[in-house]
């Protein structure tokens, strides 16, 4: 099998997703009643490489290669020549002799994108500044297994235009439900991968007008890892915005809260919305294992029949 990459969510088919979200759903299953039995990648190694903090994403790979029979390398700054100036390909090329697949968190997307370039094995966006898509499979996932079928339904997502939004958006194009995007002006995605999203993402800046009778709500922080310093200003920019009981009472009577974590209480959310019987977030956590071991075992192995 050709060597396949997980940058965005647009480089599976559409098709592709959908059984990922399936596969996702029986690993976990299987998991609760046979325990980690299930060992495809005996003597697999996966390098991990970290250029921003972690802890679901840390877990859940490590724990994904574990359960799976293979091994997981955590790699940082500190750890490996990238911290010293190697060339991103060098680096790559290097990890593809010896690891059967790369995971990376970092900051700059087109240095993702070099550096799966120049890779021979499977590269996995973890996070960048631009996109998020490893945390959108464990999302559609949660949505799934609460309401069925997610396609011709509606989301909000009301925060910053960031990595996670866009991740939504491509989610919207490649499972096929609508997405109200609420945010204040000046904090809009990139126009870019808005158009390419057609007529199934609008922007609005209403939040009280953008949750009426939606499916699902999401949030993540106002301020994401590196804009720390805007903290004062994004507070007082995003007033209003903030995600509360009272405005899921607008959405629809079954409405799934959903925000991927780490949370703000008092900020994007109230200080007691977690608690709330509509939030999904620790299911949604959770599934960030599972949707990741059929990732992996797709990336590595093809489809499972």
Known sequence: MATRHFLTLLDLTPDELSYLIQRAITIKSNLKTQGPSYTPLPNRTMAMIFEKSSTRTRVSFETAMAHFGGHALFLSPRDTQLGRGEPIEDT??????????VMVRTFSHSGLETFASASSVPV????????????LLADVMTWTELRGSVKGRTAVWIGDGNNMCHSWI?????????????????YEP????????????????DPQAAVQDVDLVTTDVWASMGQEEEQAKREADFAG?????????????????LHCLPAHRGEEISTTLLDDSRAAVWQEAGNRLHAQKALIEFLLLGKVA
């Open 190 to 205: 990139r126009e870019d991968i808005m158009a390419a999203a057609g007529s199934r993402v609008e922007v609005l800046h």
């Open 241 to 257: 915005f903030q995600v509360t009981e009272a405005m899921l009472d607008q959405a629809a009577r079954d409405v799934v809260f």
């Open 170 to 186: 491509n989610a919207a194009r490649q499972f096929g439900f609508n997405l109200r995007i609420c945010c204040p002006k000046g």
């Open 92 to 101: 790559a090329r290097v990890l593809s002799e010896m690891v059967d697949a």
């Open 124 to 135: 996995i966006n973890a996070l960048t500044d631009d996109y998020h898509p490893c945390q």
